[in-house]
């Protein structure tokens, strides 16, 4: 096989980030409806599973003995401490599906952004996303309309927004998410873009 076939059947990996509000969520489960083939990058935590949730397909769920001992062994390609439980991106998953060829998504925070660009090296080609609120004023509106969170919740997220913003040129590509259906085919896009031109 040639060097060209090799680095055409090689996947990608696909950092997503947005500030909470920003529908990154959203984002990807329409990206993957829509692309049945692409995959998202499975967490670990040490937190328990919840009721519906299975080991391997929503979480890899681990002790902290087992997690602290893929850190030590470099076998995180990001992690952090959430309220006392520890969430990290397991290394040899996302390198097992970009060797089968597949398109990795990953939705982390640009503190776990920087932690895999320095960790990822030569294991594939790496693409990063950024996905932008319309404006400050529109994600108030959507943090507000979600009802989740109380006034001063709200505007503490605001304040991490506005900060996570400013680490957008951190990102290759960015993406205004002024309506949802859009930003989806923008996102969709880039990725197929990128796909084509490592083709070449």
């Known amino acids: 096989m040639s060097n060209k076939a090799a680095r055409a059947r ?16 959203s984002i990807v489960e ?3 409806k829509r692309h049945p083939e692409w995959v998202r990058s499975i967490s670990a935590t040490t937190r328990p599973p919840r009721v519906d949730e299975k080991d391997k397909q929503d979480y890899f769920f681990l002790s902290k003995r087992e997690f602290e001992g893929m850190i030590q062994e470099g076998k995180m390609l ?19 599906q970009i060797a089968r060829g597949k398109v990795v998504i990953l939705t982390i925070d640009v503190q776990g952004t920087r932690q895999v660009m320095n960790s990822w090296g030569s294991e594939g080609p790496l693409l ?12 108030r509106e959507r943090l507000t309309g979600r009802n989740t969170e109380t006034p ?16 957008a040129t951190l990102y ?28 070449k």
């Open 78 to 96: 990001e992690h952090a401490a959430i309220y006392g439980k520890l969430y990290g991106t397991p290394k040899d998953f996302v390198v097992q």
């Open 10 to 25: 090689q996947g990608i990996l696909v950092i997503l980030s947005a500030p909470s509000g920003c529908g990154k969520t």
């Open 152 to 167: 001063g919740e709200v505007e503490k997220r605001i304040g991490i927004a506005q900060d996570e913003i400013k680490a």
């Open 128 to 139: 990063s996303i950024f996905i932008l609120p319309p404006s400050i004023k529109a994600l």
């Open 30 to 32: 329409r990206l993957l």
């Open 172 to 199: 290759d590509q960015t993406v205004i998410n002024q309506k949802l259906d859009q930003a989806v085919l923008e996102v969709e896009n880039i990725i197929s873009n990128f796909e084509k031109e490592r083709g």
